[in-house]
């Protein structure tokens, strides 16, 4: 039973890192349709970017998290300025394409500065965070991400039904050609929208170099399994991310403990080819019907 | 003044008066000759004055070129992407590794074994394209891709896990294929047999059906293009080409491993069929032959940098520089030539041919 219990709690831990790291994925489709390959090298970017800030430039962190914050908005106006404006109705694979070529530059550009070491951010979450129920304890690096991705999830929800501007970005991300006929100034929702993308990407690196360490393989991989967490969550829905974040992080942890360690990292894959094929818009995802 | 007529060079217009014209593949008979003229100097002048190192570059290319052409006929003209490529590669490599070592099967009829067992599994993958397109059926091929690799490491009484296969040379009539040069009629006559079924495949029904079905799928059934059935066709011949290219490098590498059969790779074919010219059977093997050499090359130039006093004595380390520039390629590529290798060469040509007036 306190096995169960152990996995449990590690399950959702680990599915709301996933969760958290899914939002700028899906910001990112649910504004432009773009499937971004470049992800986990974006919240590598951020991770790294935060790790410069308070070691090298000896930054408080306060300081630093705004300033990497900043970095990555207007790096998120540069990637959607020079790679991805020209790409404007372009076929998928060309866009495809294009976010695998950024992540592998991405990648290389890290590897070259920092290299493949593992880094850790030194302590500044306040101990008094951490959350105490029973015999389970809830390290404060814990909360901290519950309370981020909660505040995420009002604020975009409200973003995205409410202001004029979320509009747009949905309206873009269904039809290109039909908002644009409507008026919609679709190059500057999709710099926008690449420029939030890239900040929340950013965000979610350092929450998970926070806990993890701060590494560009890991990062970069985890960049991979965001694809199952929001095919199961729906590819457009900010909620049914984090939700299909911890249904997966719970389905690795269990398969991980009870049936073999090394099956734990397929187990997402095979769940996603199952769900594609019984329910390809996922959850919460919004159905495309097209009939022939 | 038959044959002046014969040989002519490009007409000025379009002369064609029935349809078959338009699907020759050789637009003059200048082409045609130039082709032979390059092929007989491929196969008689190539392998004797080159160098081994040169040889196996080239051979590798040949490789390479058999496997990214079937991804073009999938990619390049029904427009499914696979993200999957390189596994199929690999369960070509395996199928042909074991059906060497298990079964004692000649190389001329383990070989394309391995390529029917890899477009069985291709067409396995396949079949989410029965409701799935565009990106989902994307993100499906990338996960048959982490799937096979699991099958492939895990499955150890099959693919003996992480330790690898050693596999026997090709024997054919008592004569042992061994050495680059022995390879490189074996890889090249493949290369250029499948080249030829790859372009004539593209003539016939079946890959009028294909483009169709990348054009406009729904306009496709319309039309009474069983689309399913097309789409399952496409993945099992490009997955044929995979495995076929798979085995030839298994026997060309002698031992195997799971190693490089990941997503990487597959992403390398892609990147080839991209920087070839998608829709374009000559293109795939452009783009075979410009990643490998920019894989050399960058090792080569990784090398030099290595040694270099200032790098070193920065400790900084060279090799991520493969990677960058590698992603960089694609994306100038994307930006700059969408249409690929295939596309400069033809401005290249026309501008040759239309010299000096050239409109």
Redesign the interface.
């Given at each position: 039973m306190e096995f169960f219990l152990q996995l449990l709690v590690n399950g959702i831990c680990v599915g709301l890192l996933y969760g958290i790291s899914a939002m700028g994925f899906v910001m990112i489709f649910k504004s432009s349709s773009v499937l971004n390959f470049a992800h986990g090298e974006l919240l590598a970017l951020g991770a790294f970017l935060f790790l410069a800030l308070i070691t090298w430039a000896q930054l408080p962190v306060a300081v630093a998290f705004v300033l990497t914050l900043i970095g990555c908005f207007l790096l998120g106006f540069v990637i959607e300025k020079f790679f991805l404006r020209p790409l404007i109705g372009e076929k998928l694979i060309f866009v495809i394409m294009l976010t695998v070529g950024l992540a592998s530059m991405f990648k290389g550009l890290i590897l070259l500065i920092w290299g493949g070491n593992l880094y850790t951010y030194p302590d500044f979450l306040p101990e008094t965070m951490g959350l105490k129920f029973g015999a389970i304890y809830i390290a404060p690096v814990y909360s901290a991400t519950l309370i981020i991705s909660v505040i995420f999830l009002v604020l975009f929800g409200l973003f995205f039904k409410k202001s004029a501007q979320g509009i747009y970005m949905r309206s873009v991300a269904d039809n290109q050609k039909a908002a644009l006929s409507l008026g919609v100034h679709v190059r500057r929702v999709f710099a926008l929208s690449w420029a939030i993308a890239a900040l929340v990407a950013c965000m979610s690196g350092i929450v998970l170099g926070i806990i993890n360490g701060v590494n560009v393989h890991d990062l970069s991989s985890i960049g991979l399994k965001v694809f199952p967490v929001v095919i199961l969550g729906g590819l457009d829905s900010i909620g049914g991310a984090i939700i299909g974040g911890i249904i997966i992080g719970l389905l690795e942890t269990f398969t991980g403990g009870y049936l073999s360690p090394s099956l734990r990292d397929v187990v997402p894959y095979i769940v996603l080819v199952f769900i594609l094929m019984v329910k390809p818009y996922g959850l919460f995802g919004l159905v495309e019907i097209e009939r022939v | 003044m038959k044959i002046m007529r014969k040989f002519s060079f490009h007409p000025c217009g379009n002369y064609h008066e029935e349809y078959r014209q338009e699907l020759n593949i050789f637009e003059t008979d200048f082409g045609r000759v130039s082709m032979c003229v390059f092929l007989a100097a491929l196969f008689f002048v190539a392998p004797f004055v080159l160098s081994p190192y040169m040889l196996y570059i080239l051979n590798t290319i040949g490789i390479v070129a058999i496997a990214a052409i079937g991804l073009n006929i999938l990619?390049g003209y029904t427009g499914q992407?696979s993200l999957g490529h390189g596994a199929f590669f690999g369960v070509g490599a395996y199928a042909a590794a074991i059906l060497a070592t298990r079964f004692g099967i000649g190389f001329y009829f383990a070989i394309p074994a391995a390529g029917i067992i890899t477009a069985l599994v291709g067409m396995i993958f396949g079949i989410?394209s029965g409701?799935?397109k565009?990106?989902?059926l994307?993100?499906?091929t990338?996960?048959?891709q982490?799937?096979i690799?699991?099958v492939l490491?895990?499955w150890d009484s099959l693919t003996k896990g992480t330790m690898g296969i050693t596999l026997p040379p090709p024997e054919i009539f008592g004569w042992q294929i061994s050495g680059d040069r022995a390879f490189f009629f074996m890889i090249f006559i493949s290369l250029v047999l499948m080249t030829w079924f790859a372009v004539n495949i593209i003539r016939t029904k079946y890959g009028r059906a294909f483009i169709a079905i990348r054009d406009n799928?729904?306009a496709a059934?319309?039309m009474g293009i069983p689309i399913f059935r097309y789409k399952l066709l496409s993945f099992g011949i490009s997955s044929f080409y995979a495995g076929f290219a798979g085995a030839l490098w298994a026997y060309y590498m002698v031992s195997i491993t799971t190693e490089p059969f990941n997503?990487g790779l597959s992403?390398e074919y892609?990147?080839m069929v991209?920087i070839g010219g998608?829709g374009n059977i000559p293109g795939a093997i452009f783009g075979a032959t410009f990643i490998t050499l920019l894989n050399e090359l960058l090792r080569f130039l990784t090398g030099i940098l290595m040694n270099v006093g200032i790098v070193t004595s920065l400790g900084?380390?060279?090799?991520?520089?493969?990677?960058?520039?590698?992603?960089?390629?694609?994306?100038l590529f994307?930006?700059i030539e969408?249409k690929g290798l295939a596309e400069m060469w033809r401005i290249i040509r026309s501008s040759f041919r239309l010299w000096p007036f050239s409109y």
């Open positions: - | 990619i992407i989410p409701r799935l565009g990106l989902y994307t993100i499906a990338l996960a048959g982490f799937i690799e699991y490491i895990q799928d729904r059934e319309g997503l992403v892609i990147a991209i998608m900084l380390n060279m090799a991520p520089l493969k990677e960058f520039v590698f992603g960089l390629t694609i994306v994307i930006l969408p």
